[in-house]
């Protein structure tokens, strides 16, 4: 039976981020280059792909990937703002100091004035789009999309720790955990028992044929010694 395809939360929000401020960026720089005297598609892909890059950086610097921030919307949030105003003053600086010494010609990259105009539009564009992702992620979350089917060997000690550990705000929405006896190893089941809802075993089933049947992503043995 074929495992089943889990998507990386993480990894998806950071793509979402990635495709829809590019497409934002470009939509805005193609429609207003000429107003900030860029000359040609060039000069704007070359803005587009710094302003990409600081941002991005700016977002993973501030945060904005961290697991434990990504509990409740208002969490993922709050750093916004300081990763897009840190990533506006990266865009000034790097156009303004690198941009222009590469093309000393483009009296578009020495104005600070202009650099700031391309940087708050560049940012202005992130800020909302990064929220929209955001309020995505969380719909997704809800929807189960991320989560990770745990089967757990064990009902001891080790077991009550790891189901306290997976039910935290970090990590209860992307697994769903499965208990059962450490009786399917052959041994006998926990004198200290602390889970109490363990499935129950049918006769002769082995570990290999209970993943199977409910399509387990990951076995964990937590037996007590």
Request: charged share 15%; glycine share 6%; aromatic share 8%.
């Amino acid at each position: 039976q074929p495992k089943r395809f889990l998507v990386s939360s993480l990894h998806s929000l950071f793509g979402m981020d990635l495709a829809l401020m590019g497409l934002g960026q470009a939509l805005v720089l193609s429609t207003l280059h000429q107003r900030l005297f860029l000359s040609g598609y060039g000069q704007v892909t070359l803005i587009i792909l710094l302003s990409l890059i600081l941002t991005m950086g700016s977002l993973y610097a501030s945060g904005c990937y961290r697991r434990d921030s990504l509990t409740r919307f208002s969490m993922a949030i709050s750093p916004l703002p300081v990763a897009v105003g840190l990533a506006a003053i990266l865009i000034i600086a790097f156009i303004h100091f690198g941009v222009a010494s590469i093309f000393p010609d483009l009296a578009v990259y020495r104005s600070v004035s202009r650099c700031f105009t391309i940087a708050v539009l560049m940012t202005a564009v992130a800020l909302p789009i990064c929220t929209f992702n955001r309020a995505c992620y969380f719909a997704m979350v809800r929807r189960h999309w991320f989560e990770r089917r745990v089967l757990v060997v064990g009902t001891g000690i080790r077991a009550a720790y790891l189901k306290k550990l997976l039910n935290s705000d970090v990590h209860h929405l992307r697994s769903e955990l499965l208990f059962v006896s450490e009786a399917i190893l052959g041994g006998a089941p926990s004198e200290a028992r602390k889970v109490d809802d363990a499935m129950t075993l049918d006769a002769g089933k082995s570990l290999e044929d209970l993943a199977l049947e409910v399509r387990a992503d990951e076995v964990v043995v937590a037996v007590d010694e």
